[in-house]
């Protein structure tokens, strides 16, 4: 079974899809040794460590492709691509697709703000017309090479043109044919059990629990029991990096040495073992002629 069947038939389940934030191979191998069935690539957090910069348009379509090869490279877990607002109009949402499709992506994330976009939880977005975003929801679809690759259509108009707006465009985009959809940042509780109840039971909704943002952080069980289908936590693992790293430097430029911060990190052998060199090099050994 393909990654995209299997992601499309895990998401048809009524337990929810529990997905980890990556930006890279690394962080794809080490939520799959977790045990997590899926993961998202958030353009957030490719922002934070590829260009130490924030999520405001920056990352491009070629970048994002080529981090999407090189996790594929390394899993074959379901990979879900967070592709901003596709890169420009809806030529260029059909060649992002294809690109993206093509080095791995197993569904496709398109939102609906305008360029140059930014965090769907920082201030100050624009948004294109629900007309515009709805051609780039039909175009995604038709360039796809498989059915199965899932679209994901995002809408960040609660922050922009308010929560009612938000619903009518996401009424919208599912009419377009998206295949999930996503309404970003909700404000409230409230919000977040009038839009699952509001909106089409047949098509699987995302959530996006951002630590600091703007929507209430809640556990994957109960946003499961409200009647989502996937949660994503896209930039916790760059948090958690951070955190680790302030302190690491912070010692060792008091320490100058990392002898007593041992027991906060694998050594040369256990990382080796995480990362299976040992195999990697067996593997090559065939290949070295003397067989």
């Given at each position: ?19 980890p934030g990556?930006?890279?191979a ?11 069935e899926a993961?998202y690539l ?8 590829k ?8 990352i ?34 059909q060649r ?8 791995g992506?197993?569904?496709?994330q ?19 017309s629900p007309?515009?975003m ?9 360039a ?10 995002r ?16 009424h919208?985009?599912?009419e ?23 909106l ?12 600091g943002?703007q ?10 029991r ?29 320490n ?19 990362l ?7 593997l ?7 067989g």
């Amino acid at each position: 079974m393909t990654a995209q069947k299997t992601l499309r038939e895990r998401i048809s389940r009524d337990n929810i899809l529990l997905t980890p934030g990556i930006f890279d191979a690394f962080g794809a191998m080490m939520a799959e040794i977790a045990g997590f069935e899926a993961l998202y690539l958030s353009g957030a957090s490719i922002a934070y460590t590829k260009l130490g910069r924030p999520d405001i348009g920056l990352i491009t379509a070629e970048e994002l492709a080529n981090v999407v090869g090189a996790i594929r490279e390394r899993t074959g877990l379901p990979l879900i691509v967070d592709a901003d607002t596709g890169f420009g109009n809806a030529l260029n949402v059909q060649r992002t697709v294809k690109v993206l499709e093509r080095n791995g992506a197993s569904a496709i994330q398109i939102e609906d703000q305008s360029l140059p976009k930014r965090c769907g939880h920082l201030k100050g977005k624009t948004l294109i017309s629900p007309q515009e975003m709805n051609g780039k929801i039909r175009a995604a679809l038709d360039a796809r090479n498989d059915d199965n690759t899932i679209i994901i259509a995002r809408t960040d108009a609660i922050a922009v043109e308010g929560y009612e707006s938000a619903l009518n465009r996401a009424h919208g985009y599912i009419e377009a044919g998206a295949d999930v959809l996503f309404v970003e940042a909700f404000e409230s509780n409230e919000q977040i059990k009038h839009a699952i109840s509001t909106l089409d039971k047949n098509i699987p909704q995302l959530v996006n629990m951002v630590e600091g943002g703007q929507t209430p952080l809640m556990p994957a069980d109960k946003l499961e029991r409200l009647g989502f289908s996937i949660v994503i936590f896209p930039g916790a693992l760059v948090r958690v990096i951070a955190h680790a790293a302030d302190q690491y430097f912070r010692f060792l430029k008091s320490n100058g040495s990392t002898i007593n911060y041992q027991n906060n990190m694998f050594d040369f052998n256990e990382l080796n073992a995480l990362l299976g060199t040992d195999k990697m090099l067996e593997l090559g050994e065939k290949y070295d002629g003397g067989g």
